[in-house]
């Protein structure tokens, strides 16, 4: 093994040092659709991932500090046109996000950001990003924090789903005379749940040691009580459990995260658990007497309604022993 470490070493540093073909975009790639390129710039690498985590700059009090996101995350790395500057790139990118709307959550040039060190806090961001292949001059962007002519903005902007993310730091490569451009935008995205149905014997086992079991394997539409078609599996499963203890009651419980009003959501949440008792019920032919169903609204959460991931776990069906 160790006689195959220089070579591999050679070959990073070959690719590191290879001069990159500046004439046309990677193949696959493009612009995102809420953020065109700096004119004149070259598309080297992008990626992403259709729910993720990123690291956004923010103000945490009057200090610069990284805050965690999620959602739909969207990687690109540009090599800027020869000869324009980084202060050029950063200002066109900042005017181009005031003019969509988006609020500036922090942004610097050179001076401010050497003096509050921030390629010290995003130089591991380019390694973390998911990319399309491995690339020595993406994950090197920023390489010991002291890269010349580092800027960065970062920005958000509301919508219905929550907030848009968009982070742009740049720095110079000397040699090329090429600006690096990191791009990276973080849409909302909503978890498709489903995804996990808990068995017959899980349930049973469930409300036996505990009373209780969640199960997000019954899904609906979105502020409806309307039971999604990939739902019938979990909803078998529950009937068998049902089915093998017959002398068992329950309640049949909806719960919802904190988004919206609460007596709406303790409607909607009251109407999804007559719903699944309705199709116990009646395409399952568990007896509607054995089953309560109640809303909760967002009463009973099993985790923070502060993130998308906890407003996932919140949004559930629960049997309770009765």
Same mark, same amino acid.
């Given at each position: 093994?160790?006689?195959?470490?220089?070579?591999?070493?050679?070959?990073?540093?070959?690719?590191?040092?290879?001069?990159?073909?500046?004439?046309?975009?990677?193949?696959?790639?493009?612009?995102?659709?809420?953020?065109?390129?700096?004119?004149?710039?070259?598309?080297?690498?992008?990626?992403?991932?259709?729910?993720?985590?990123?690291?956004?700059?923010?103000?945490?009090?009057?200090?610069?500090?990284?805050?965690?996101?999620?959602?739909?995350?969207?990687?690109?790395?540009?090599?800027?046109?020869?000869?324009?500057?980084?202060?050029?790139?950063?200002?066109?990118?900042?005017?181009?996000?005031?003019? =969509?709307?988006?609020?500036?959550?922090?942004?610097?040039?050179? &001076? +401010?950001? !050497?003096?509050?060190?921030?390629?010290? #806090?995003? /130089?591991?961001?380019?390694?973390?990003?998911?990319?399309?292949?491995?690339?020595?001059?993406?994950?090197?962007?920023?390489?010991?924090?002291?890269?010349?002519?580092?800027?960065?903005?970062?920005?958000?902007?509301?919508?219905?789903?929550?907030?848009?993310?968009?982070?742009?730091?740049?720095?110079?490569?000397?040699?090329?005379?090429?600006?690096?451009?990191?791009?990276?935008?973080?849409?909302?995205?909503?978890?498709?749940?489903?995804?996990?149905?808990?068995?017959?014997?899980?349930?049973?086992?469930?409300?036996?040691?505990?009373?209780?079991?969640?199960?997000?394997?019954?899904?609906?539409?979105?502020?409806?009580?309307?039971?999604?078609?990939?739902?019938?599996?979990?909803?078998?499963?529950?009937?068998?459990?049902?089915?093998?203890?017959? =002398?068992?009651?329950?309640?049949?419980?909806?719960?919802?995260? &904190? +988004?919206? !009003?609460?007596?709406?959501?303790?409607? #909607?949440? /009251?109407?999804?658990?007559?719903?699944?008792?309705?199709?116990?019920?009646?395409?399952?032919?568990?007896?509607?007497?054995?089953?309560?169903?109640?809303?909760?609204?967002?009463?009973?959460?099993?985790?923070?309604?502060?993130?998308?991931?906890?407003?996932?776990?919140?949004?559930?069906?629960?049997?309770?022993?009765?």
């Amino acid at each position: 093994m160790r006689a195959y470490l220089p070579i591999l070493l050679v070959a990073i540093s070959l690719q590191a040092s290879a001069q990159p073909n500046f004439t046309k975009d990677i193949a696959g790639g493009s612009d995102h659709p809420l953020l065109r390129r700096y004119e004149g710039s070259m598309l080297y690498m992008y990626g992403g991932e259709n729910m993720g985590p990123a690291r956004i700059v923010d103000l945490e009090g009057s200090k610069p500090a990284l805050r965690a996101v999620e959602g739909k995350v969207a990687n690109r790395f540009y090599w800027g046109p020869k000869g324009r500057s980084a202060l050029e790139v950063h200002r066109n990118f900042q005017q181009a996000l005031t003019a =969509a709307g988006f609020k500036v959550l922090y942004a610097c040039e050179t &001076d +401010q950001c !050497e003096k509050a060190k921030v390629q010290y #806090l995003v /130089q591991e961001l380019p390694r973390e990003a998911s990319w399309k292949e491995f690339n020595a001059h993406v994950s090197s962007i920023f390489n010991s924090a002291n890269q010349p002519r580092f800027h960065l903005i970062s920005a958000a902007k509301p919508g219905p789903g929550g907030n848009t993310y968009v982070q742009v730091a740049l720095s110079d490569h000397n040699e090329y005379q090429r600006v690096r451009q990191f791009v990276q935008i973080i849409e909302p995205a909503t978890l498709e749940g489903g995804k996990v149905t808990v068995d017959t014997k899980a349930i049973q086992e469930g409300l036996q040691r505990d009373g209780k079991v969640a199960l997000y394997g019954v899904t609906f539409d979105t502020n409806k009580a309307v039971i999604r078609e990939q739902s019938t599996e979990q909803l078998e499963q529950m009937a068998k459990a049902l089915k093998a203890s017959p =002398a068992m009651k329950v309640f049949i419980v909806g719960h919802t995260d &904190d +988004q919206g !009003e609460f007596e709406s959501n303790l409607g #909607l949440s /009251q109407k999804r658990a007559q719903a699944v008792a309705e199709a116990l019920a009646g395409k399952y032919g568990i007896a509607a007497n054995r089953m309560t169903p109640r809303g909760v609204a967002n009463l009973a959460p099993v985790a923070s309604n502060a993130s998308d991931e906890g407003r996932a776990k919140n949004r559930r069906v629960e049997l309770v022993v009765r």
